[in-house]
């Protein structure tokens, strides 16, 4: 009888299991937001629903809000928006870090060598190509994008988010 019972448990529990896993890595899942770049849509902590169907089926729309693979750190995701689909001309205002080194020509030691860092800016123009999408946080002043690593692969786009569905006050379809 006690066998019988544990035999049924443990049944029930591994096709539980199975169903749950094939849920959440083919169908939907739950993601916990953290890092200012996408706010004032959303904040650290917030917590979508996602979807991975319509990314396998569909080529993504502009304004999606996806999360993907980031392309700097595979072991990291990213949540950001599609801003450029393929085909599309993207205008980005890029800053570049420029270094520059004085030497004092009386003294040659190390405490005479001055180092200046200004940014500058530049306006570039890119396409984006076929299989690619441009992403941007919606705080632009401080997000890493696009802008920085240029367009993503479509490879990396792992689902798209639905809506936030935390904190409960503040429930919003995206």
């Not at 502009?62 to 072991?75: E, F, H, L, Q, Y």
């Not at 004092?104 to 405490?111: A, G, R, T, Y």
């Not at 299989?131 to 990396?156: A, K």
């Amino acid at each position: 009888m006690m066998f019988s019972y544990i035999k049924d448990l443990l049944k029930y529990s591994v096709q539980y299991a199975c169903i749950t896993h094939c849920f959440f890595e083919y169908v939907g899942d739950f993601v916990v937001c953290s890092g200012p770049s996408m706010e004032p849509t959303l904040y650290s902590n917030n917590i979508l629903l996602t979807e991975r169907i319509s990314t396998r089926f569909h080529k993504p729309k502009r304004g999606d809000v996806i999360i993907a693979i980031s392309p700097t750190n595979a072991d990291q995701y990213i949540c950001k928006r599609i801003v450029g689909v393929p085909g599309d001309k993207i205008c980005v205002d890029k800053p570049f870090e420029i270094s520059r080194t004085n030497q004092n020509d009386n003294k040659i030691s190390n405490d005479s060598i001055v180092k200046s860092k200004s940014t500058v800016h530049k306006i570039i123009e890119d396409i984006v190509p076929r299989g690619y999408v441009w992403i941007e946080g919606d705080n632009r002043q401080n997000s890493s994008d696009s802008r920085y690593y240029g367009p993503i692969p479509l490879g990396l786009i792992k689902s798209r988010a639905i809506c936030r569905i935390w904190p409960l006050n503040d429930i919003k379809i995206l």
